[in-house]
C-alpha cells in the first residue's frame, strides 16, 4: 500500500529545513493522564490555545507500509515545548502510521481499517489537552489548561499517550508524532498537504461506493492521477463488482 507515500515525503520535504527535538516515545515514569470524557477546559481555564484567534490548527494522518518511512515510534517536536508557549500561536500535529504489509486488505475493508486508525484522535483526551476537531473545517485546535502547565504538562507527555493509543491497533508496527509549533512555519503549504492526504481516503470510499463512475468526469480524478495504486484500487474494485454480477447471472 503506496496511497499516502508521496505525501509523506512532502510533508517530509516541508521540515527538512526546520530543526527537531526528539522526544521519547515511552520513557518510563513520565506517563500522563487520559481523562477519557471529563475533559472541558473552560476559557476561563486555559492557558493558551494552539490555534486560536485564527491561527493555524492543522491537523493530518497517513498510513504506510514503508520501514524507511517509519522505522521505529518517535515523537518529534519542531518549536518551542508547552510550557515554553504563553499565548496562542500556530499549531499542526502530523501522524505517521506503520501497518503491517497486506495486513488492511481490500475494498471496504480497507477503508474501514483506515478510518478505525484514524478515528483514534476521538478516543484521546489527554488531562489538561483538549483537542477541538472540525473535520468539516479541517482544524484542530487544542486548549491548554492552567493547572496542566503547572503540573508539567509537555509534548513528550502528550506524545507518549498518542503513541500508546495507536499502537492499541494490532495492524499498526510503529507510529511517528509530529508537532509543530514554529511561529514562522509554512503552514499554508503543509495545510494542502493534509488536504490532499483526506482526499485520498474520501478517494478510497468513493471508489468503492461508485465503481462504474466516469474518471474523466470525476471531482477527484486529480488525486487517483498522482496518487500511486489509486487506479489499480479502482480496477481492482470494478473487477470484484463484474465478478460478482457474473456471478448472480450463472446463478439464475
Known sequence: MKLYDE???AWQKLLEPCRAKQLNPY???TGWEDVGNQNMILRSDMAYELGGDNFPALSGIALTEDQTLVSEDEVLLYGPDLPEIKTEQPFARLTIVRVAKD?????NALYNAIRKIEFTRYHLNPKGY???ISAA?????????KDAIKEGISFEKIGQLF???YREHPKVEAVKVIFITLPDFTYGELEKQVSFSQKI???????LKDVTMDCNACSLQEVCDEVEGMRQLHFAAKQNTDQSKNAQVVRT
Open 7 to 9: 505525501t509523506i515525503l
Open 27 to 29: 520513557a518510563k515514569g
Open 103 to 107: 495486513s488492511l486488505g481490500e475494498g
Open 130 to 132: 483538549m483537542m477541538r
Open 137 to 145: 473545517s479541517e482544524r484542530e485546535t487544542v486548549r491548554i489548561s
Open 163 to 165: 503513541v500508546k493509543a
Open 201 to 207: 481516503t474520501t478517494a478510497i470510499d468513493h471508489i
